[in-house]
Nanobody
Framework: VQLQASGGGLVQAGGSLRLSCAAS????????VGWFRQAPGQERSFVAY????????KLADSVKGRFAIYRDNAKNTALLQMNSLKPEDTAVYYC??????????????????WGQGTLVTVSS
């Protein structure tokens, strides 16, 4: 099983990026997907969650109204659209897949598979 996160880069404040999480070895639509981020010197924190059937979506308060999470099942991929980026969004972003079939997984321990991370840098 492999999750490949991509799409990070350097962007000015106010700009946009779209992160992708491509899965191999699993059918991603059978898993909940979460995005987490880790800024230098900080712990990994929850960013966004989408349930198996995309019926439940949760975003961290800090990104509500700016970020969106969705799936492209045909490509076995989950995406994180990030708009109105701020310098405080600078972090390594990780995608993860969870077999948890109920509730909303906002804790890293609920996830079974992790991608390698993609760096997002927002300049002021």
């Amino acid at each position: 099983v492999q999750l490949q996160a991509s799409g990070g880069g350097l962007v000015q404040a106010g700009g946009s990026l779209r992160l992708s999480c491509a899965a191999s070895g699993i059918t991603l639509s059978s898993y909940a997907v979460g995005w987490f981020r880790q800024a230098p010197g900080q712990e990994r924190s929850f960013v966004a969650y989408i349930s198996r059937g995309s019926t439940r979506i949760k975003l961290a308060d800090s990104v509500k109204g700016r970020f969106a999470i969705y799936r492209d099942n045909a490509k076995n991929t989950a995406l994180l659209q990030m708009n109105s980026l701020k310098p405080e969004d600078t972090a390594v972003y990780y995608c993860a897949a969870s077999g948890l079939g109920f509730g909303v997984a906002v804790t890293a321990g609920h996830y079974d598979y992790w991608g390698q991370g993609t760096l997002v840098t927002v300049s002021s």
